[in-house]
């Protein structure tokens, strides 16, 4: 962790190595791991560019890395960084438990979508055309920005900071 | 690249962000797509944005658990609530919590306050939460312009904190019934709101119950002034201290002259908020918003 990320505080290295092992025991239990080693390495790797894109924010959160194996150099925290908690995934995780709770249908599709990331891809699983998934995903959205009016809390701060909603 | 295909691929990469949070509008959504068909550049973007394998959006983040014990005392309202019936539910986020060191439990105690846990095992885990305490701050100085245009009356100080919401109990199911009759026994007269407006003193409507729930009679402003308003979409919300209990949206006209609110068994005493959010005629502009505040008792 070291190596990839130069002058990382000491508390950080921890919660990123915590974050790494729980990814790893979250694999264990899943399905048995044939190599942990070279899997350990590859997740650390993770952990540490993922921490790099949340310090930079929002706005730089999605621009490209240096090169691949280099070490990382730690940016100074933006408006909006997030330094401890991954908050996409963590608004994603409160989308989904809010459907899994209130609506079935958008549920599932959330959850699809989530995983997935196109919603091409959900349509032609669902052999739907384009247009009719999305129009049904809309409805859904909906419901998640009139959430954003009403709650308050770092998911929906975050998510307003970040002018997703 | 030329400049007009160079400007579609600014505004796709200022879009992933959303789109990765399955926020974008539907004929943003549209457009993004067809970009991303022919944009290996953006498809590489948001690759990072999908769940690490094995990994899914349906568990609590690894980063949060990882950081439970100051993270998840951050946590409010909604978010906080989903996250702990999500922890009552889910044998396998208790496991990775055990397995991370901490108990499945939300911290409900600023993690620096003297004599805690957290204080105790040294500094660099308050170091860690300064870090997160100033970057959530930097995103309240950027929600507070938000906060004070929609919600006046959160920011009005009226006198009236809003605590965590640990104290409180499960929540009843509340559903919406329209067009009512205004004479209805028990109705009780909602004044007329100012635009806008904060919400005014509380209104006393007594005990509700699944008998008779509350009936509210509406007043000229919550009733539609044309019939091209009385299509706009007006969405009704029931909140307790900032949590959602129940939302209603459907055409302004379907609210008709009196509404009931009905819970299933008795609503707890205390304060709610009823929250009228009506489109706006134009689009872009923000939805009109009145608030109520009713004393249950």
């Known amino acids: 962790m070291r190596r990839k990320l130069k002058s990382l505080p000491e508390d950080t290295v921890e919660d990123l190595a915590r974050e790494a092992m729980v990814s790893l025991y979250r694999l264990s239990r899943r399905e048995a791991l044939v190599n942990p080693d070279p899997l350990a390495a590859t997740l650390v790797d993770r952990v540490c560019v993922?921490?790099?894109?949340?310090?930079?924010?929002?706005a730089g959160r999605l621009d490209p890395l240096s090169q691949k194996d280099a070490p990382l150099e730690l940016p100074a925290p933006s408006p909006g960084s997030e330094a401890g908690v991954d908050m996409l995934e963590l608004f994603r995780f409160v989308v989904l438990e809010h459907f899994k709770q209130h609506d079935a249908p958008c549920h599932e599709l959330a959850t699809e979508f989530f995983t997935e990331l196109s919603w091409s891809a959900i349509a032609r699983q669902r052999q739907l055309r384009h247009s009719t998934v999305i129009k049904r995903w809309s409805a859904c959205m909906e419901q998640i920005r009139e959430l954003a009016y009403a709650q308050r809390g770092p998911v929906w701060e975050w998510a307003r900071q970040a002018r997703i909603v | 690249m030329s400049t007009g295909s160079a400007i579609a691929h600014d505004w796709a990469v200022r879009q992933l962000l959303a789109y990765s949070a399955g926020l974008l509008p539907e004929e943003e959504l549209l457009r993004l797509e067809e970009h991303?068909?022919?944009?290996?550049?953006?498809?590489?973007?948001?690759?990072?944005?999908?769940?690490?394998?094995?990994?899914?959006?349906?568990?609590?983040?690894?980063?949060?658990?990882?950081t439970w014990s100051r993270s998840s005392a951050l946590l409010e309202g909604l978010e906080r609530e989903l996250v702990e019936s999500h922890l009552e539910d889910c044998a396998e986020c208790r496991a990775e919590l055990s397995f991370a060191g901490h108990e499945a439990v939300i911290a409900d105690e600023p993690a620096d306050r003297p004599g805690s846990r957290r204080a105790r095992t040294g500094g660099s885990w308050l170091h860690s939460l300064w870090f997160w305490v100033i970057g959530l701050l930097g995103a309240a100085a950027g929600v507070a312009a938000w906060l004070f245009a929609a919600h006046p009356a959160w920011l009005g100080g009226g006198g009236r904190t809003m605590p965590g919401l640990r104290g409180f109990g499960h929540a009843v199911?509340?559903?919406?019934?329209?067009?009512?009759?205004?004479l209805t026994a028990g109705a009780v007269k909602l004044p007329e709101p100012g635009f806008r407006a904060r919400?005014?003193?509380?209104?006393?409507?007594?005990?509700?119950?699944?008998?008779?729930?509350?009936?509210?009679?509406?007043?000229?402003?919550?009733?539609?002034?044309s019939p091209e308003a009385s299509e706009r979409r007006m969405v009704i919300t029931l909140l307790q201290d900032g949590r959602e209990l129940a939302s209603h949206t459907g055409p302004f006209y379907a609210l008709g002259d009196a509404i009931r609110l009905r819970p299933e068994g008795r609503l707890e005493a205390g304060d709610y908020d009823l929250r009228f959010a009506l489109d706006p005629a134009v689009d872009g502009e923000p939805p009109l918003v009145w608030f109520y505040r009713l004393r249950v008792r």
Do not use: W
């Open chain 2, 199 to 225: 919400a005014a003193k509380p209104i006393e409507v007594g005990a509700v119950t699944s008998v008779s729930g509350m009936v509210l009679v509406l007043p000229p402003a919550l009733q539609p002034p």
């Open chain 2, 173 to 182: 199911p509340v559903a919406f019934e329209f067009a009512l009759d205004s």
């Open chain 1, 50 to 58: 993922d921490h790099v894109r949340r310090l930079r924010g929002p």
């Open chain 2, 36 to 66: 991303l068909h022919g944009c290996p550049d953006c498809r590489s973007r948001l690759a990072p944005l999908k769940p690490a394998s094995g990994t899914s959006a349906a568990h609590l983040p690894a980063s949060l658990i990882a």
